[in-house]
């Protein structure tokens, strides 16, 4: 079974500057999660799609960052503009509609932002 | 509200002895808890999960945990640490077993193994 598929791996980009990640989950699953981990941090959830519904996106900084799951299968997570204080690995997880413990993760893109 | 304490935010054992990883959660109502494990430049994995059935949970590379309501604790434990152990380690704590339940990951501990 192909795990969750994250790119790119690396970004870098100035500030101010836009950037896009793109998530594709584990087939099947309804659930797709976005997290930002700061270096030093645990993982904080940004948002959180059932298909292509938002169930929770308390967390997202909207004036800047946007996340989208058009089909309820791959996701895009957009940043625009980009600051300092994003610099980070941005995870994307899928799980199973009903089984949120379950969460399988991607390997990450890790953004500087210089 | 949910959240979750690793009191801990660095380990060092030695290679052959026991691990024991802390965790400390705050739930309104019955939680489910996990333990991540991520290992450098890897993406997460479950180590183990409890969601309301044996409070003695067992997982994978033969860490367990035990819930403890009384202590509201859920601490990670291995007999002896081998040196592929050395990873970063985060309690997870959620609500019930939805998919509209939070998640919310403590600040992790990190794991080292001395030869």
């Known amino acids: 079974e192909a795990g969750v598929a994250q790119s790119p791996r690396y970004k870098i980009i100035e500030k101010r500057q836009s950037v896009a990640f793109w998530c594709n989950p584990i087939?099947?699953?309804?659930?797709l999660y976005w997290y930002q981990q700061i270096l030093g941090q645990g993982p904080k959830l940004l948002i959180q799609?059932?298909?292509?519904?938002?169930?929770?996106d308390s967390q997202l900084p909207k004036d800047r960052f946007s996340a989208e799951r058009l089909k309820g299968v791959d996701s895009t997570l957009k940043i625009q503009p980009a600051k300092l204080e994003d610099s980070a690995v941005y995870l994307c997880?899928?799980?199973?509609?009903?089984?949120?413990?379950?969460?399988?993760f991607g390997p990450g893109t890790r953004l500087t932002v210089t | 509200a949910q959240s979750v304490t690793q009191l801990d935010s660095h380990v060092s054992v030695s290679e052959g002895t026991p691990v024991l990883l802390r965790c400390n959660y705050s739930?309104?109502?019955?939680?489910?808890l996990f333990w991540y494990v991520q290992h450098p430049n890897k993406g997460l994995q479950l180590l183990l999960k409890?969601?309301?059935?044996?409070?003695l949970v067992k997982g994978i590379n033969g860490f367990e945990a035990e819930f403890k309501k009384s202590e509201t604790s859920f601490h990670l434990t291995k007999p002896s640490a081998h040196m592929s152990d050395a990873a970063e380690y985060f309690c997870?704590?959620?609500?019930?077993?939805?998919?509209?339940?939070?998640?919310?990951f403590g600040p992790g501990t990190s794991l080292s193994v001395i030869p």
């Open positions: 997870v704590v959620s609500g019930v077993k939805t998919s509209y339940d939070k998640v919310i």
């Open positions: 799609f059932q298909n292509n519904g938002v169930v929770d």
């Open positions: 087939s099947g699953h309804a659930t």
């Open positions: 997880a899928s799980s199973a509609r009903d089984r949120a413990y379950e969460q399988y």
């Open positions: 739930s309104s109502y019955s939680p489910s």
């Open positions: 409890y969601t309301s059935a044996a409070t």
